[in-house]
């Protein structure tokens, strides 16, 4: 009896025990005068070339900051979706990073207004960013006359990927300039016996819709779309929407991403895609991270069809979140992040063009020459689908609506429930 | 000394446990649900609303289409691994060669996590067809069956009934591990006895093993029915979170963390977990009784 007792007691106290280990920790960090003081970097750049590009920013980092120690918080997983749900828990729980990578726009407009980031005017002011970066941005990305992210790099949305030869095949002598000339084309394609337009999976196709919203309304039309007397509901969005229609139904089955779609037309089995420019690299680079094409001979661009003259931006950028534990080390990120040399260095590896205009043109080759130049001269037009133009409730709420559409091609009910979506956005 | 104490007290622990982070957990998932905190980041409490965002997720036609998903997604899947792991076990029954073998090889699928089976499967299904396809619709063209190639999990209608093949693929070993100790608790004596009274072989199954085997059946009906109901993993390894293979997981995922609406989130998590009860609750109310009986 005495020693089943003994025991009893020995288990349950070690159970109790283990409870409170749990709650215990943490308690270590953020000590120690004379070590490096850490600066907790949060992004979701680990696939090949952006994890390059960030290494080489981390290296100019080191070598100006000798006080700080880089530490590298970056958790996998393509546009972010994984490190934006650890994102919110660390910052609802008041912990955040030191800074964290957010797309710049109204995607960080929840953690603006609920006041958990800084304003970067005072840096912005410091560095004269406001001359480096062209107006239309910060415009852009300016919420009440504030700044809360420093863009590190630009990705175009609206490009029209094409395979030349299957063009050729088909009779088809250039990529369409208009809509209704790529809806012409996209039949003779389909005359030709070959994939029209290969598509991925659902949010592939909220990227084609903003091309097509885009190239459909014209640039002002489009960016008024998100202002705050928006009309969703006029005749001119319902023609865009039809013409979304029309050139779905030409699309070819849904591959599981963006890269087999972009692949088919490598391959020569589809003539267009349209995706954003981190496209380029996937055809480009050699066999291990790409398909090692040829451009202009085996693949080639355009703007997307109705958009020439305007620039469908979307952009990484860096905040400095409010009661970050080392504020002085964030700031000396952000300020290599706003660099020329920051941004220099990153943007060659990961396939994008530095935000800022006075970039060291010679860098940027074959199609990265061609975006640098149409972002200089270029309108700007903000991407939904990568979090420019509309924050994150009404962006799930277009996707949701892109997603029931596909399965009953309604397009009044989509139109409505894109009135709806803009409607209860809160934004 | 009383003698039930040093027992409570060797469970105490555990019992705590899942107090606080099964049950305390749960509460306040309710508690969440009948509130109007539809923005994750900011900090406001969220008022009291009763039942409305309950009875307000019907009218979003997502909803009712993950709803619809889930249960063609359970009635083919808990059908399909039932029938096939009775069928299996059935076979098993008579005593074949390397038996052992063969339940090995049945089991073995269950070793594998969902993830990796619906990553698999994802290839195998893929929806290309024509001389695109790969995966099982390549498979059916070799062998001239291309009538056979369809979408899979794509198709509008029945897509969700292609995402239970891997599921039914996982699971019906399993099913047939407990048919089959099922099968082999019917006494010996009783089959023959009702050989002698003259049944015939298919009538002993009919009228004397099939009945015996219900509690077993139960049994697997919960086990397949609870992990059909919040069926998550497999369908994210599958196709993403996509509207067309939609199920109230993956609806519940986005509404957290895609447009930031907890209220939301914890209402379908509510309905999850209210309609995983209705197929466990009876099932411990018949356990105790049977329990109380004996």
Redesign the interface.
């Given at each position: 009896?005495r020693r089943?007792?003994m025991a009893?007691?020995a288990?349950?106290v070690a159970?109790?025990l283990?409870?409170s280990a749990c709650g215990g920790g943490d308690k270590q960090e953020g000590g120690g005068g004379q070590a490096a003081k850490k600066v907790e970097v949060f992004s979701w750049w680990t696939g090949p070339g952006e994890a390059d590009g960030l290494k080489a920013m981390r290296e100019i980092f080191a070598k100006q900051n000798p006080n700080f120690e880089f530490f590298d918080a970056a958790v996998a997983g393509g546009s972010g979706?994984q490190a934006?749900?650890l994102l919110?828990s660390k910052?609802?729980a008041n912990q955040p990073p030191d800074t964290f990578q957010g797309h710049a726009g109204a995607e960080l407009q929840?953690?603006i207004?609920?006041g958990?980031l800084e304003s970067l005017n005072f840096l912005y002011d410091e560095l004269k960013l406001k001359e480096v970066f062209p107006q239309q941005l910060i415009d852009q990305i300016s919420v009440q006359g504030q700044v809360y992210s420093v863009p590190v790099n630009i990705h175009r949305s609206n490009v029209l990927w094409f395979n030349p030869s299957v063009l050729k095949d088909a009779g088809i002598d250039g990529a369409p300039k208009t809509i209704e000339e790529f809806i012409t084309d996209l039949d003779k394609v389909k005359k030709a016996g070959k994939?029209p337009l290969s598509i991925g999976?659902?949010w592939t196709l909220v990227h084609l819709l903003e091309s097509v919203l885009l190239g459909s309304l014209g640039t002002d039309a489009y960016n008024a779309l998100w202002t705050a007397n928006a009309d969703w509901s006029n005749a001119n969005v319902t023609k865009a929407l039809e013409n979304f229609k029309t050139i779905l139904s030409y699309a070819?089955?849904?591959?599981?991403?963006w890269q087999p779609a972009a692949k088919q037309v490598a391959d020569g089995?589809a003539a267009f895609n349209i995706m954003g420019d981190w496209a380029y690299g996937y055809f480009h680079n050699p066999p291990e991270g790409g398909l090692g094409k040829e451009s202009h001979k085996d693949f080639d661009w355009a703007a997307s069809p109705g958009t020439d003259g305007t620039f469908m931006w979307l952009s990484d950028s860096f905040t400095l979140p409010k009661g970050a534990p080392n504020r002085d080390g964030a700031i000396a990120w952000l300020k290599v992040a706003a660099s020329k040399e920051g941004q220099d260095a990153f943007n060659p590896l990961k396939g994008s063009i530095p935000a800022r205009k006075d970039a060291d043109q010679s860098l940027y080759k074959d199609y990265l020459s061609w975006d640098l130049e149409q972002w200089a001269n270029d309108k700007l037009a903000g991407s939904i689908q990568h979090g420019v133009v509309a924050n994150?409730?009404w962006?799930?709420?277009i996707?949701?609506a892109v997603?029931?559409f596909?399965?009953d091609n309604d397009v009044a009910k989509f139109q409505q429930a894109l009135v709806a979506a803009a409607k209860n956005s809160?934004q | 000394?009383r003698r039930w104490l040093?027992?409570l007290?060797?469970v105490?622990?555990?019992i705590?446990?899942i107090a606080v982070f099964v049950y305390g957990l749960l509460g306040w998932n309710f508690k969440l649900a009948m509130t109007d905190k539809h923005?994750?980041?900011?900090?406001i409490p969220g008022n009291f609303v009763g039942l409305e965002n309950f009875t307000g997720i019907w009218s979003e036609?997502?909803w009712g289409?993950s709803v619809r998903h889930a249960i063609v997604f359970t009635l083919v899947f808990v059908g399909g691994a039932l029938v096939l792991g009775w069928f299996l076990a059935f076979l098993m029954e008579k005593g074949i060669r390397a038996e052992s073998g063969f339940r090995a090889v049945y089991l073995f699928p269950m070793a594998v996590s969902f993830i990796a089976t619906g990553v698999v499967w994802?290839w195998l299904m893929?929806?290309?067809?024509g001389e695109?396809a790969v995966g099982l619709n390549r498979l059916f063209h070799y062998v001239g069956l291309d009538f056979l190639q369809w979408?899979w999990f794509?198709d509008?209608d029945w897509g969700m009934a292609a995402m239970a093949i891997p599921a039914i693929w996982q699971m019906s070993g399993y099913i047939m591990a407990l048919f089959l100790a099922g099968f082999r608790g019917v006494p010996e004596e009783l089959r023959e006895a009702a050989r002698v009274d003259g049944c015939s072989e298919w009538g002993v199954y009919r009228h004397v093993v099939l009945p015996m085997l219900r509690p077993v059946t139960l049994s697997a009906l919960i086990i397949l029915g609870h992990i059909s109901l919040k069926v998550f993993d497999l369908v994210v390894a599958v196709?993403?979170?996509?509207?067309?293979t939609?199920v109230p997981a993956t609806f519940m995922w986005?509404a957290v963390?895609?447009?930031?609406?907890p209220a939301k989130g914890a209402t379908i998590a509510s309905y999850i977990v209210l309609s995983v009860a209705v197929f466990v609750v009876p099932y411990l109310i018949w356990d105790a009784r049977k329990g109380k009986r004996s």
């Open positions: 009896m089943r007792w009893a007691v288990v349950s159970g109790l283990t409870l979706d934006r749900a919110s910052l609802q929840g953690y207004k609920s958990k994939i999976s659902q070819g089955s849904p591959q599981d991403d089995e994150d409730q962006r799930q709420a996707t949701d997603g029931l596909q399965q809160g | 000394m040093p027992g007290l060797l105490s622990p555990s705590i446990l923005d994750e980041i900011a900090e036609e997502r289409l994802r893929n929806s290309a067809t695109h979408q794509r509008p196709s993403g979170k996509q509207i067309i939609d986005t963390y895609d447009s930031h609406d």
